[in-house]
């Protein structure tokens, strides 16, 4: 095993959240760590995990340093957290790059890798009543980047479409204990388990007896505009799968009020691709 580093990082931007009485110390750790994690992904172009990170962290990795971000340290007077990356010059970039991209929103064709860390760390703001100020280190250093309560809102009526529609996947969960919801697994999209928010406890019931079975859902689908990749479905009724065509039971579901079917151009071949074929 390497020998860990030694020596103290510089910093090479720092997390500065601005607001009224905001201390670091009176800042939630549940918080500050939903922020950094939302950084790091912004930092590795992912997108929202499928399911919650339940890895091991191994000793040896954490004595490796081998997270691409490290937190250094806080100081009294103001919520500033001085953040050390692996890649000084990309990390300072990325940040920039996000700072000239909600400066002018309407020419950014906004995608999953950027607008989930936003919208974390937007959620962190309005729950802690502050803005989110990434900064360069240095005396003369600058503002990299701001996010507000009211950043992902915004971004939210430019990246997204929304309309009433249909999805058949592979129902995995049914549940929820703040809210009802399932988890749909759609193989045409990128990322393939889609949490869905779910209207009624009722419906809940019922989606219930068909865990690990294909089931139509029906309800307000949020599409990205640039990709149409799937955000997130409201289920107001479902359908399971049956013997016989899957297009008569889309034909049920359109009749119901479902229309965003009309937009796609060949629907035998979508739900060919939805199943796998």
């Known amino acids: 095993m390497e020998k860990p580093k030694t020596n103290k990082p510089k910093p ?33 172009h992912t997108e929202e995990k499928e399911e919650p990170d339940t890895q091991e962290v191994k000793p040896e990795d954490v004595l490796q340093q081998s997270a691409s971000l490290h ?13 050390a990356a692996n890649e000084p010059a990309q990390a300072v970039k990325t940040l920039s790059e996000m700072g000239l991209s ?49 950043s992902y ?10 309309g009433e529609g249909s999805v058949y996947g592979y129902l995995e969960r049914v549940g929820g204990v703040t809210e009802w919801h399932c988890a749909l ?35 307000t689908v949020t599409w990205f505009r640039r990709t149409w990749q799937i955000k997130r479905i409201n289920v107001r009724a479902f359908e399971p799968s049956k013997t016989g065509s899957i297009m008569k039971a889309l034909e049920r579901i359109h009749e119901a009020g479902g229309k965003a079917w009309d937009d796609i151009k060949d629907p035998e071949g979508f739900l060919a691709e939805t199943r796998g074929e």
């Open 12 to 44: 090479d931007f720092a997390v500065r959240m601005v607001g009224q009485g905001i201390k670091p110390w009176a800042v939630p750790m549940r918080a500050l760590t939903r922020t950094l994690n939302a950084v790091q992904r912004l930092m590795e």
């Open 71 to 83: 937190l250094l340290e806080i100081v009294s007077g103001s919520a500033v957290y001085r953040v």
């Open 102 to 150: 909600l400066s002018n929103p309407e020419g950014v064709e906004w995608g999953a890798e950027l607008l989930g860390p936003i919208e974390d760390l937007s959620s962190v703001a309005r729950s802690l009543g502050c803005s989110i100020e990434f900064w360069s280190p240095g005396k003369d250093g600058g503002v990299l980047a701001t996010i507000t309560p009211d």
């Open 153 to 162: 809102d915004a971004l939210s009526k430019l990246a997204f479409v929304r």
């Open 185 to 219: 697994r759609v193989p045409s999209q990128p990322v393939k388990q889609i949490v869905c928010s779910v209207a009624t406890e009722e419906l809940v019931r019922g989606l219930g007896k068909h865990v690990y079975e294909n089931v139509l859902v029906s309800g």
